[in-house]
């Protein structure tokens, strides 16, 4: 997971009590959000809107969050999307993205893809990031 979440745990650790975005309204985000980044664009205030509507977590309860989700049915692709509140460089719009399961080296594993916008800087994509389960119900 360290590998896969630096750019993103990094960034996570503040938490706050921010009321999650509807449905519709995080499609809405999710979708520009990809957008932009696979552009590289900058984020131009993207992300301060954004932020208004989703879930602000930390680096632990990222860690958490991820453990229990990725531990799930093996077939299922599985998303999650946040705003971390870690200062340095910024608030950060994070849209992380992972395969269904595969074996890989004796190891169960995931293909992910982290979309993140930083608050008044630059948007960017990072394909082929691997997590793999290193114990039962622990992905690094």
């Known amino acids: 997971m360290r590998r896969v979440l630096m750019p993103c745990l990094a960034l996570a650790t503040g938490l706050s009590a921010a009321p999650p ?7 809405e985000i999710t979708r520009e959000l990809q957008r932009k980044a696979r552009a590289k664009e900058l984020d131009e205030g993207f992300c301060e809107q ?3 509507r989703l879930e602000r977590l930390g680096q632990p309860h990222v860690r958490a969050r991820l453990n ?6 093996d077939g299922e692709t599985f998303t999650m999307l946040f ?10 719009c994070i849209y992380l993205v992972f395969q269904p399961a595969t074996m890989k080296g004796g190891k169960k594993c995931r ?3 982290i979309y993140g916008c930083v608050t008044g800087r630059g948007c960017r994509m990072e394909a082929d990031q691997p997590i793999c389960e290193k114990s039962p119900g622990v992905w690094d």
């Open 83 to 92: 705003v971390s509140e870690e200062a340095t460089p910024a608030p950060t």
């Open 50 to 52: 954004a932020s208004q």
């Open 21 to 27: 975005a509807t449905a519709q309204a995080q499609d």
């Open 111 to 113: 293909a992910s893809i």
């Open 68 to 73: 229990e989700m990725l531990s799930r049915d």
